[in-house]
């Protein structure tokens, strides 16, 4: 059984900073491409950001020079810093991971979310 888990989410102001943490557990025996979505009240889920095993980071247009997704295979973590954050960045985040397990294979693993709200 794999778990993913996030942190740091919570209430910040606009042109203030997070910084997200996912923690992948469980029977892992690789870790392929993680990525961060987000979901907005009443929006449809989108991708935010996305990191291979090999490094290669690809963003959304809205976030852009404001997030950076990085990640640290020795301890099965991928975080988000979010800077000059804006209200339109209100969401649910959620990580989610390729992994191939000891049981069950290779397959799509997600966390359980963690709130990002940004007012003043």
């Known amino acids: 059984q794999v778990q993913l888990v996030e942190s740091g989410g919570g209430l910040v102001q606009p042109g203030g900073s997070l910084r997200l943490s996912c923690a992948a557990s469980?029977?892992?025996?690789?870790?392929?491409?993680m990525a961060w979505d987000r979901q907005a009240p009443g929006k449809q889920r989108e991708m935010v950001a996305r990191i291979t095993g090999g490094g290669t980071t690809g963003y959304a247009n809205s976030v852009k020079g404001r997030f950076t997704i990085s990640r640290d295979n020795a301890k099965n973590t991928v975080y988000l810093q979010m800077n000059n954050l804006k209200p339109e960045d209100t969401a649910v985040y959620y990580c989610?991971?390729?992994?191939?397990?000891?049981?069950?294979?290779?397959?799509?693993?997600w966390g359980q979310g963690t709130q990002v709200t940004v007012s003043s």
């Open positions: 989610n991971a390729d992994i191939r397990a000891t049981v069950g294979g290779r397959s799509q693993s």
């Open positions: 469980g029977s892992i025996l690789n870790i392929y491409a």
